[in-house]
């Protein structure tokens, strides 16, 4: 594998190979983290441009020893959202963005979204370990690595988005058992001032 | 413990059934945006151009080096030796001859060849000075 300092700067020089190397590699984990963080399709993919873009420059700020190009690229997706959060910008989710065709049912595809309305309503901190972890499969070490704090941090933030997600969830499927059909919506939650690190 | 297998299966399947990558228009947009940041090449005529400005260049100095300076060939009289170094781009157009004595030893460094016999004697010279003060020729008198 070439090194992918070197692929960055031939890609900063227009070089093609090298940008397109670079692209397919890291897009995919980018998208569905700005994804899992924003919720909205539209804004996910604004965002992998935005922090491509940001990559072509030559002062993009990478620095190959301080971590991988994919932690600096998810850190730099994790500024973008608190940016576009900080710009008032609402990350509600319009249509839903899971794909019908994958699913066995309508309850399935209703739990489904349930669950992902859930995850887009934990607190920012929470959802970025459980993008990454449970939705990513990441272990630990590498999500501590991305989000740059402890694994203790990871492991506990975890558990804590996990009970809660639980909790919502048994939440739920009692006013369903109840008939009171309500149904989840993406709910907006602000990017917390503390806590978030990087 | 199971509730949280559970969960977790249900949040792969979630993974699963969320679109995997950004569209392929955001891929094209990005090397749209690498494409410009290409080196661009100047345009042949620029090559051209440059090619014949130095071809240009290099005839009009092989010209001056054949064709000796107006200075050089015209106002030295017969029995004048041309001082080295002292060939100006100026024109001699009134010279003034001045007549002194120098010794054999100031002759030859300028030039002139003197008998050897001669070696202590002081010998008298013309020196063909230029209208800007710059002395251009020698000419041993006796």
């Given amino acids: ?198 | 413990m199971n509730e949280d297998i559970e969960l977790i299966d249900k949040m792969r399947r979630l993974a699963a059934a969320l679109p995997r990558e950004a569209g392929p228009e955001i891929g094209d947009r990005l090397m749209a945006a690498v494409r410009a940041r290409q080196p661009r090449r100047p345009p042949l005529w620029i090559y051209l151009a440059a090619a014949a400005a130095c071809a240009a260049l290099v005839f009009s100095l092989t010209l001056a080096r054949r064709q000796p300076g107006a200075a050089d060939r015209v106002y030295l009289a017969p029995g004048f030796i041309a001082l080295p170094y002292s060939q100006s781009g100026v024109p001699v157009e009134n010279a003034v001859v001045i007549r002194v004595q120098m010794r054999p030893s100031e002759l030859t460094s300028m030039g002139v060849a003197v008998p050897a016999a001669a070696s202590t004697a002081r010998f008298n010279a013309d020196i063909l000075v230029g209208q800007d003060g710059v002395a251009r020729a020698v000419r041993l008198v006796d």
């Fill in chain 1, 1 to 198: 594998m070439t090194d992918e300092n070197d692929l960055l700067k031939l890609a900063a020089k227009g070089n093609e190979t090298a940008f397109l190397t670079l692209y397919q590699r890291h897009q995919g984990p980018v998208f569905r983290f700005a994804l899992h963080m924003s919720g909205r399709v539209e804004t996910a993919e604004e965002i992998v441009q935005e922090v491509f873009l940001a990559l072509l420059s030559p002062v993009n700020g990478f620095v190959a020893a301080n971590g991988s190009l994919q932690g600096y690229l998810i850190g730099t997706v994790r500024n973008m959202i608190r940016g576009h959060f900080r710009q008032g910008r609402r990350f509600v989710e319009t249509e839903p963005v899971i794909a019908a065709d994958m699913l066995d049912s309508l309850s399935k595809e209703q739990e489904l979204r349930e669950l992902h309305a859930a995850i887009l309503s934990l607190p920012p901190n929470y959802r970025e370990v459980v993008a990454l972890c449970d939705l990513e499969g990441l272990d630990y070490s590498q999500a501590a690595s991305h989000l740059g704090c402890p694994l203790g941090t990871v492991r506990s933030r975890l558990h804590r988005a996990r009970a809660i997600l639980a909790a919502k969830l048994q939440k739920r499927a009692r006013r369903n058992g109840d008939g009171q059909l309500c149904p989840l919506r993406g709910t907006v939650v602000p990017i917390a001032k503390k806590g978030v690190t990087r």
